[in-house]
Antibody, heavy 126, light 106 residues
C-alpha cells in the first residue's frame, strides 16, 4: 500500500543538527512532490515547503530558509529534512506529506496532501 | 500573506450535524482541502478540491466552497469524529493552513 515511513524521535542539544528521513513505498516516488509540515507542541500545522522529486529542486516557505534543507535519494525513494543550528523553538513534530498533484516534465501541480508520514518528534533541549 | 480563519471549537450532539467554516478572501476561487487530526496521530485528508472524498472517507463528510467561506460538514456525527480539523489552500505557490477547529461530540 501507499505509505510514507519516517525516522524515529530525536533528542538534540541546541546548536546541533538533525536529519529526518521519509521513505516512500507503494508508488513511483518521482511522480509526486513531497512537502514538509511542522507542528509545534499544542499548535497548528505549518507548511515548511516542498521538493520536486523529479528535479530535486526545493522550495522553502518564509521562515524556513537558511537552516532547513530538503533533499532526496531517489534510488531508495526517500526524502530528507535536515535542520542545522537547532534552537529550542525547533522542538516540534515534523511530517512529510505527499502532494496529490502529479509531477511531469520538471513541474508539479499543487494539490492536496493525500498521504502523510507518521511524524518525527524532534526535541531540542540542553 | 493569505490567511484562513476557523472557529476555535465546534460542539455537536451525537448523531447531529457539525459545520466547520474556513474563511478567506475570495476563497471560493481556490481549491480547499480539509484534514482531520486525532490526538497523537498524523493528519488525514478527508476532503480535497472543495468537495471530493478520498477513498475510505465516509459519505458523512462533505464540503462546499463559495464566496469568502468554505465549509466542512459532518453529518450524523459519531464519537470517532472528535478531532482537530484544518482547511488548506494554495496561494501564490504557498500552502496555507487554517487555524484549526477542535470538534467535540457531546
Amino acid at each position: 500500500q501507499v505509505q510514507l515511513v519516517q525516522s524515529g524521535s530525536e533528542l538534540k542539544k541546541p546548536g546541533a543538527s538533525v536529519k529526518v528521513s521519509c521513505k516512500a513505498s507503494g508508488y513511483t516516488f518521482t511522480n509526486y512532490a513531497m512537502n514538509w509540515v511542522r507542528q509545534a507542541p499544542g499548535q497548528g500545522l505549518e507548511w515548511m515547503g516542498w521538493i520536486n522529486t523529479n528535479t530535486g529542486n526545493p522550495t522553502y516557505a518564509q521562515g524556513f530558509t537558511g537552516r532547513f534543507v530538503f533533499s532526496l535519494d531517489t534510488s531508495v525513494s526517500t526524502a530528507y529534512l535536515q535542520i542545522s543550528s537547532l534552537k529550542a523553538e525547533d522542538t516540534a513534530v515534523y511530517y512529510c506529506a505527499r502532494d496529490l498533484g502529479y509531477c511531469s516534465g520538471g513541474s508539479c501541480h499543487e494539490d492536496a496532501f493525500d498521504i502523510w508520514g507518521q511524524g518525527t518528534m524532534v526535541t531540542v533541549s540542553s | 500573506s493569505y490567511e484562513l480563519t476557523q472557529p476555535l471549537s465546534v460542539s455537536v450532539a451525537l448523531g447531529q450535524t457539525a459545520r466547520i467554516t474556513c474563511g478567506g478572501n475570495n476563497i471560493g476561487s481556490k481549491n480547499v482541502h480539509w484534514y482531520q487530526q486525532k490526538p497523537g496521530q498524523a493528519p488525514v485528508l478527508v476532503i480535497y478540491r472543495d468537495s471530493n472524498r478520498p477513498s475510505g472517507i465516509p459519505e458523512r463528510f462533505s464540503g462546499s466552497n463559495s464566496g469568502n467561506t468554505a465549509t466542512l460538514t459532518i453529518s450524523r456525527a459519531q464519537a470517532g469524529d472528535e478531532a482537530d480539523y484544518y482547511c488548506q489552500v494554495w496561494d501564490s505557490s504557498t500552502a496555507v493552513f487554517g487555524t484549526g477547529t477542535k470538534v467535540t461530540v457531546l
